[in-house]
């Protein structure tokens, strides 16, 4: 079992940075895929960025490559996304996820098996 707690999220003006944190539970988070998803308003939820249990692999939608970084420190249980050159497009509500292997966690068919409850982003213009 994994829980997960993200914090970090706010407003930002367009151009700015923010840091996602998302904090795991659990004594397998080492052993999970991670990834980051946020969803706007009536939109459907997207895959924003992954990164494999050994951080050795990471995957981000082509939306954010280049100015997203996804990371994870798994001896603090805790992985990250670090966002710069912010949008307005980006705002969403962001949740950190879960998943037993990468594939579950990236992309338009991603299945995690775990969710944090969400952190707002707002980015104004």
């Known amino acids: 079992q994994v829980q997960l707690v993200e914090s970090g999220g706010g407003l930002v003006q367009a151009g700015g940075s923010l840091t996602l944190s998302c904090a795991a539970s659990?004594?397998?988070?080492?052993?999970?895929?991670m990834g980051w998803f946020r969803q706007a308003p009536g939109k459907e939820r997207e895959s924003v960025a992954a990164?494999?249990?050994?951080?050795?692999?990471?995957y981000y939608a082509g939306s954010v490559k280049g100015r997203f970084t996804i990371s994870r420190d798994n001896a603090k249980n805790t992985f990250y996304l670090q966002m710069n050159s912010l949008k307005p497009e980006d705002t969403a509500v962001y949740y950190c996820?879960?998943?037993?292997?990468?594939?579950?966690?990236?992309?338009?068919?991603?299945?995690?098996?775990?969710w944090g409850q969400g952190t707002q982003v707002t980015v104004s213009s």
């Open positions: 990164i494999r249990w050994s951080g050795g692999s990471t």
């Open positions: 659990g004594r397998t988070f080492s052993t999970y895929a």
């Open positions: 996820a879960a998943g037993s292997n990468f594939a579950l966690v990236m992309g338009s068919n991603a299945r995690p098996d775990y």
